[in-house]
Structure formats: C-alpha cells, structure tokens
C-alpha cells in the first residue's frame, strides 16, 4: 500500500521536561520507527549498586485510587 502525505507543520514552543527510557518524540507522519537504546556508563561505575534500603523501615507505596503519575493532558 502506498501513502503520500502532504503537510505543515508548524511548532511554536516545544518543551521536552524529561527523557527516559523507551522515549519517543513524533513530529509528522514516520513510515518507520525503530527501537535504539544507547546505555552509558557516565558514573564510571564498576560494579552494581547497593541494595536500597527503607527509611526508617517502612515502605510507602502511592494509592491506587489517586491520580496518575502521568498527567493526561494535550
């Protein structure tokens, strides 16, 4: 199936406040997308990290009924 698209595009203001893993950043139409990850090793760390232990031994976990940690908004 061939698809031509035609279009403008204009952006105003374009604020990315966080990039993490799997992070994808689409502008237009893409025929074709794939997956890169790119690990690096900027600490240069030579062996894995402590186990994380609680404060004060307790664990808190956030309700499941409360908002979610992603705001939904356009």
Not at 23 to 52: C, H, M
Request: no cysteine; aromatic share 6%; glycine share 10%.
């Amino acid at each position: 199936m061939n698809l031509t698209v035609y279009q403008t595009i204009s952006i105003r203001f374009l604020k990315i406040g966080t990039v993490a893993n799997s992070s994808i950043v689409q502008i237009g139409s893409s025929g074709v997308i794939q997956a890169q990850a790119d690990l690096y090793n900027t600490g240069g760390f030579t062996g894995p990290a402590k186990e994380p232990e609680p404060i004060d031994g307790e664990i808190s976990f956030p309700e499941t009924d409360s908002s979610p940690l992603v705001p939904l908004t356009i």
